[in-house]
Every structure is written in C-alpha cells, then in structure tokens.
C-alpha cells in the first residue's frame, strides 16, 4: 500500500505545487521517488513527530496541503495535542499518513501495534479518517483526500498486501465498495483485513451461504446509508477489524442502533489486551480470530443465532 500512496502522491505532486511531504526521519527506499522529483517540497523533521505536526500546520497555514508520514503510533499518538488543536481545530489541510496499520509490524512488539489509531482519530473533530483495503484503493483514497480541504488520516498497511481489485477506482467520498453481493449475512471490513474478509467470503460460500462483502475504507464520514442497506437485505452484519474496540466495529453498532431495526451484529476485532504474543502479522491475526477460518466460524455461528427462534438481537 506504501509504494501505491507514494507513486499517487508523485503524480499528484506534478500537478499541484500544493503538495509537500513531510516525513519523521523515515520512510527511504520508499519517499525518494518524492524527494528526488520535488526536493524544495520535501522536508525531514527528523525524529520530532510532534515538530513535524507544528511545521505541516504552518505550511498549511500558507496555503500548502502537507502529508506527514510516519509509522505505525509515531504520527498520532506521539502528537495527539498538536492534531488535535493545531490542525483539527483550525481545519488545515494536513494529512496525516501512518503506515503500518494494525499489526503490520507485528515483530516490534506493541509499541508498533496501531491498534487503538481509528478510535482515537475518529473522536478529533474535523478529520476524515480512511484506512484502504488494498493497493488500488490506497491509489483511490490519495487522490480525494488530496483534492478535498480539511485534515485526514490515512491509514495503510505496510508491503506486499495483494490487489484485490482487478481494475482502478474512482472513489466518493465517505462511501462503501461493494465487491460481493449476498442475501443471507454481510461482511463489512476495513484496511488490510480485507484479504481475510474475502477468503473467508470464498469459504462461506462454498459451505452453501449467500455473502455480502463490503470494504468500508472511510471510517469516518461513516457510509450509513450502506450499513442500512445491509441490514435490511441480510440482517446478519459482522465487522472485520485490525484494531481494538473503538473502531469501525464500535462505529457500525452506533448506526446499526440508530437505526431502530432488529439485527444481528457482531464486531470481530482485536482484544483489549496489548499484544504480547511474537509472531507474524498473520499468526498474531489468527490467534484473536482474525484468519479466514475464523472470521467464517464466526460468520455461521452468526447466521444460526439470527435464524434461531430464540434468537437474541444483540451479541
């Protein structure tokens, strides 16, 4: 997802001297493509996360649109206070770009875990908060928050995430992608779980279940009028999330709420607990339920608690 934001972010680059990059003394094999073109729009604040907010909100205050770009917690957590009333407050266009979502970088241990990112960007007032589900949609979601005002965190994975979409997309704002119908039950996933999502989708279906699949890359504006359609043509919603609670899976049970209608709903995502167990990204995932396998036993045991006639509406 990285190499696809960044070769975006040239091609925009080339057509709008608006755009700076700012990066936290990281990023190389990766930004050079960037540095290289636009050397007098590039900047290194070195290892100072929270400086390198305050200099994007002073280039934003000039008329510039800045990315800053960091891994993982580094560009949100470490500068809460200067996104918070620096850029939120004053609704500037900077964008904040974390790369290494969820358990991206699983062997760094929880200090590298963003698992907690979605939750608190989405409570910061102003900020659009996206997380792409593969390299096409990273491509896609570049493009509009680079031509829209306001601020945005952009959350990616970090490499080698498979393309799942077989051609471009041109991407509304605040809006699902719906890559699979179905009639009995809707998966509903966001960032890098979507290839999980998916293989899943695949084994429910053999076993003889209609699926709808959803990617819901902007956490925040919410698509609430798909989250509707959903739950009144499958009833069954299931949430697929890199990250604790507070994020999409928290998001979704408030409109599914709103909504007044009786579903059956459940949020799969990571645990409260930090992550302590040593592993890959993809073991650390199947040990919370997060594989394919998982997400699909989850996914029956859903389906026949809805069609149970004692059914509860809440799990």
Not at 11 to 38: K, N
Not at 97 to 117: C, F, I, K, M, N
Not at 292 to 313: C, D, K, N, T, Y
């Amino acid at each position: 997802m990285r190499t696809a934001f960044v070769e975006e972010l040239v091609r925009l680059a080339g057509e709008d001297e608006r755009i700076w990059l700012v990066c936290g003394d990281l990023g190389y094999t990766v930004l050079e493509a960037f540095a290289q073109r636009f050397p007098e729009r590039y900047l290194n604040a070195g290892v100072a996360e929270q400086n390198m907010t305050g200099v994007a909100a002073g280039l934003a205050l000039s008329g510039k649109t800045v990315f800053t770009y960091s891994i993982a917690n580094f560009p949100v957590m470490r500068c809460l206070e200067q996104i918070r009333d620096d850029v939120c407050y004053h609704h500037l266009n900077v964008k904040i770009v974390a790369v290494g979502g969820g358990l991206a970088y699983a062997s760094h241990g929880y200090t590298h875990h963003a698992v907690e990112d979605i939750a608190v960007m989405s409570a910061l007032p102003n900020i659009a908060v996206i997380a792409p589900g593969d390299p096409v949609e990273a491509r896609a979601v570049t493009r509009v928050i680079a031509s829209r005002d306001g601020p945005a965190y952009l959350r990616l994975g970090k490499a080698g995430e498979p393309v799942l979409h077989s051609t471009a997309l041109t991407l509304d704002y605040g809006k699902a992608i719906v890559l699979r119908e179905g009639r009995d039950l809707t998966l509903i996933s966001i960032g890098g779980m979507l290839a999980n999502t998916m293989d899943a989708a695949n084994q429910l279906a053999v076993a003889g279940y209609s699926v709808r699949v959803m990617s819901m890359p902007f956490a925040v504006p919410l698509d609430e009028d798909a989250i509707r359609d959903a739950v009144m043509s499958t009833g069954v919603i299931l949430t697929i999330e890199e990250h604790s609670q507070g994020g999409l899976g928290t998001l979704v049970g408030e409109c599914i709420a709103r909504l007044g209608r009786a579903a059956t709903f459940v949020p799969l995502r990571l645990g409260r607990l930090p992550i302590k167990t040593a592993g890959t990204q993809e073991q650390l995932k199947a040990c919370q339920g997060l594989s394919p396998e998982g997400i699909a036993r989850s996914a029956e045991s859903a389906f026949q608690l809805h069609a149970s006639p004692s059914r509860q509406v809440w799990q």
